[in-house]
């Protein structure tokens, strides 16, 4: 079988290709194909997976070109991670909109509107020559904004693309540990969209033990979203938040730390990446281990300005390993070799939540079998999330309309209407700043 990995040249790849290699079962991937637009971000990580592979008999071939046909070609899976302006684009996206006094992160608010801009006129591209290439392929998703992009990926390719984020996997993780029970075990009653979901129930041989970890401030404080969201919070909701809305519970004061850091996440790993990329062209230099100490020290830092203002602490050292990795290979598992199993995925709503049309992508537990993912049933949202999930699919679709017809009419609606832009004004200065910072953007007319 045959992954093809667009994005090749990307630091998280090592993640993928170390999955596979513990995967030794008939009808696993043989071969792996890297397509990236960089070709010295190609040979630093084919160097990293040629040490990873060291040792191991059946490890999958791995080939790169920088030839995006030549990739697609004869794929059975398309796994999707790029980065459309790369690390440099996503400063970018921060210090414009930090300058509005608004947030930058790069899957929501002005930041994930502006990436979104950048990156669905090429998703568009990649969808459509995976559809005339590899008909049969299924694509994964997990180019950000996941959601936006698997649905502005979804009407060309239909369900033949699947959007996957670690973020849900890593919560339902926590809460299950917290509770003494293992994950696989637990069912995750979990629903929104991608960065925008709310856990509402974990069953535990078909009983409900969120009620328990709620009405337990010392349980619920005892994990990363208690202390960052604060326990009074999760009681007042009834549910755990992914920890992306802390970003829009905690606006002021996470925009107050992102203006206050010495620099932005962005910037932090443009120069971190600037210096492994450089680190990996020296031979002495083991690339694998030079990745290793880049990759603890990644994730160590990450959303540190949002647990400083909670006070949340370091992270767990359980929270260091990744996920999104072990999602991809679950997927491809079930689907190549029929081994139903349920994860959470990015799927067409298909009538799922009542507040959505079909054709909106949402993140929901989904069954996947050989003939792809098939969401849940789930009960209705309240009041509250369900405004906040339809006004943020409303902005999505506005950037997909933008994208589709180079408006910059509907760009500026889309960051006007998103809930964490208060100003007709600002969306239409961070118009003006992101086009001017991005050549990406110059479609916008």
């Not at 899976?77 to 930058?104: K, N, P, Q, T, Y």
């Not at 009834?238 to 004061?253: I, M, T």
């Not at 600037?274 to 680190?279: L, S």
């Not at 300005?305 to 999104?324: F, K, P, Q, V, W």
Request: charged letters at 25%; proline letters at 4%.
């Amino acid at each position: 079988m045959r992954l093809t990995i667009l994005g090749g040249g990307g630091f998280r790849v090592p993640l993928v290709y170390g999955a596979l290699l513990g995967d030794h079962a008939e009808g696993r991937v043989t071969r792996v194909a890297l397509h990236d637009v960089d070709a010295g971000r190609l040979a630093a990580i084919g160097r990293v997976l040629a040490e990873q592979a060291a040792g191991v008999p059946d490890a999958p071939e791995v080939t790169w070109t920088t030839d995006l046909d030549e990739a697609l070609r004869g794929a059975d899976f398309v796994f999707s991670a790029i980065r459309v302006g790369g690390l440099e684009g996503r400063a970018d996206d921060e210090r414009v909109a930090l300058g509005e006094g608004v947030l930058g992160q790069e899957t929501v608010g002005a930041g994930g509107i502006a990436y979104g801009l950048r990156t669905v006129p090429v998703a568009v591209d990649i969808a459509r020559r995976a559809a005339r290439l590899a008909p049969d392929a299924w694509v994964i998703n997990f180019t950000n904004p996941a959601g936006l992009v698997t649905e502005a990926m979804s009407r060309h390719l239909g369900d033949r693309v699947i959007g996957i984020c670690d973020s849900p996997v890593g919560l339902g993780r926590r809460i299950a540990r917290v509770l003494g029970a293992r994950p696989e075990e637990a069912w995750i009653d979990y629903v929104g969209l991608n960065h925008l979901g709310w856990v509402r129930g974990l069953r535990i041989a078909g009983r409900d033990e969120l009620p328990r970890l709620l009405a337990d401030p010392t349980l619920l404080g005892s994990f990363e979203e208690g202390r960052l969201f604060g326990t009074d919070w999760l009681r007042s909701l009834g549910a755990v938040p992914n920890e992306y809305l802390h970003y829009y519970y905690f606006n002021r004061e996470t925009v107050d730390a992102y203006r206050q850091a010495e620099r932005t996440r962005g910037a932090f790993l443009r120069d971190q990446q600037a210096r492994f990329y450089a680190g990996t062209r020296d031979p002495e230099t083991s690339a694998l281990a030079l990745w290793d100490r880049t990759r603890a020290e990644r994730e160590a830092t990450y959303m540190a300005e949002n647990r400083e203002t909670a006070g949340a602490g370091e992270r767990e050292a359980d929270d260091l390993s990744g996920g999104y990795e072990k999602v991809a290979l679950a997927l491809m598992r079930a689907i190549a070799r029929d081994e139903r199993t349920t994860l959470i995925l990015n799927v067409r709503n298909r009538g799922t939540l009542a507040a959505l049309d079909a054709e909106a992508v949402i993140e929901v537990p989904c069954l996947v079998d050989a003939n792809g993912a098939h969401p849940v049933s789930v009960d209705p949202l309240p009041g509250h999330a369900t405004g906040l999930v339809c006004a943020v699919k409303a902005v999505e679709r506005e950037v997909l309309a933008a994208a589709r017809s180079g408006s910059r009419e509907t760009a500026v609606k889309a960051f006007a209407l998103h809930p964490l832009v208060d100003s007709v004004n600002v969306a239409r200065r961070l118009v003006d700043g992101y086009t001017a910072a991005h050549p990406g953007l110059a479609y916008l007319g």
